[in-house]
């Protein structure tokens, strides 16, 4: 069974203690269109904003993909969960034999085209106005990295910046014309930056 995992943040930069379950490299734009966007706060991020699939939004991102060495997709389920540090249940998929768990639109036809026999990928909610009390928006996820300080709004800065181009959001192009992000400019030794191939 030939599983692909999707990325389109952190994991392409950082794949940690999945890379003993992953072979080649991450196939750049390769992956199915999903509604990507920096609407959740991540308590492992210092409360940065951070990539989810916001099924509440109505724009579609490119995704990746990398090829698991699993061949039970139960195992591959588990080994992305353990990286994610999330429950199983976090993880959506969709298989060619009809197993589907989360599923998105356009995600069984990105399956039938590619080659693979089932597709997985964190589906971990958006929780913006949760933890912030306001509905996600652009001048709201603004207004609230405004509001970090220090390491906090460096690894804010950090991750939105590292994160591969072909991440393109809707958010991310809104503070590529914003004053007070572009002011930002934290040192590149403090951290790896993603460098697509």
């Known amino acids: 069974m030939n599983i692909a995992i ?71 389920v588990n080994d992305l969960a353990a990286r994610e540090r999330c429950s ?5 998929y969709v298989s060619a034999r009809g197993d589907a768990y989360r599923p998105l639109d356009g995600a069984h036809e990105w399956l039938d ?17 949760d933890q912030v009390n ?20 460096e690894e804010a800065w950090r991750y939105v910046e590292f994160a591969p181009e072909i991440t393109d959001t809707p958010f ?3 503070l590529r014309n914003d004053n007070f992000w572009q002011s930002l400019d934290f040192a590149p030794e403090r951290g790896l930056k993603f460098e697509e191939k």
């Open 113 to 129: 085209k590619s080659g693979y026999d089932a597709v997985i990928w964190t589906a971990l909610p958006g929780n913006f106005h």
């Open 6 to 76: 999707v990325g389109y943040g952190s994991l392409l930069w950082d794949l940690e203690n999945l890379s003993p379950f992953v072979t080649g490299d991450w196939k750049l734009g390769d992956g199915p269109q999903m509604p990507v966007e920096f609407s959740r706060v991540s308590p492992k991020r210092k409360e940065a904003l951070v990539l989810v699939i916001d099924e509440t939004l109505d724009h579609q991102c490119q995704t990746s993909v990398i090829d698991s060495t699993r061949n039970d997709l139960h195992q591959a």
């Open 172 to 174: 991310r192009r809104f």
């Open 88 to 92: 199983h249940d976090m993880i959506g």
């Open 134 to 153: 306001q509905p996600f928006s652009h001048d709201n996820g603004l207004a609230y990295l405004k509001t970090l300080k220090g390491a906090a709004l």
